[in-house]
């Protein structure tokens, strides 16, 4: 069993760096077999690089306003509350839009496999 009472104990928010367009903080809530889970705040304009989980993501919508869009082309605006599951191996990015924080939790099933950064023109587009 793994019991988490909020956060990892003794382990430091951290910037997402490399794989992360933007001011992006990530608070480390849960790390075992298979599962990662993250509390991410995304700034104005801050976003993931275009990624998958094999096993799947899921993600809680906290606060804020942002979107998830997929390689497809689906494009979903993100609020408060939303509840989103990316299938396995479904490439997609998620992130604020450019005038609003985004926060929410992510359970990440597997790995993450880390693509390209997102263009500008993507985001624009999603964020129109």
């Known amino acids: 069993m793994h019991v988490s009472h909020g956060r990892t104990p003794g382990a430091a928010t951290r ?9 992006v903080h990530l608070d480390p809530v849960l790390s075992a077999p298979g599962v990662m889970v993250n509390n991410v705040t995304f700034t104005p304009g801050g976003r993931t690089y275009w990624h998958r989980h094999p096993g799947g993501q899921l993600l809680v919508v906290t606060a804020g306003r942002g979107v998830i869009a997929t390689r497809d082309g689906e494009v979903e605006e993100l609020t ?4 989103v599951w990316a299938d396995p191996d479904e490439e997609h990015w998620h992130g ?13 099933h597997g790995t993450t496999d880390w693509g390209e ?6 985001y624009t587009a999603a964020t129109s």
Not at 15 to 23: H, R, V
Not at 80 to 83: A, I, K
């Open 15 to 23: 910037q997402g760096t490399g794989t992360f367009s933007g001011d």
């Open 80 to 83: 408060s509350g939303d509840v």
């Open 96 to 108: 604020a839009t450019g005038e609003t924080l985004l926060a929410h939790m992510a359970v990440s």
């Open 117 to 122: 950064e997102v263009s500008e023109q993507d």
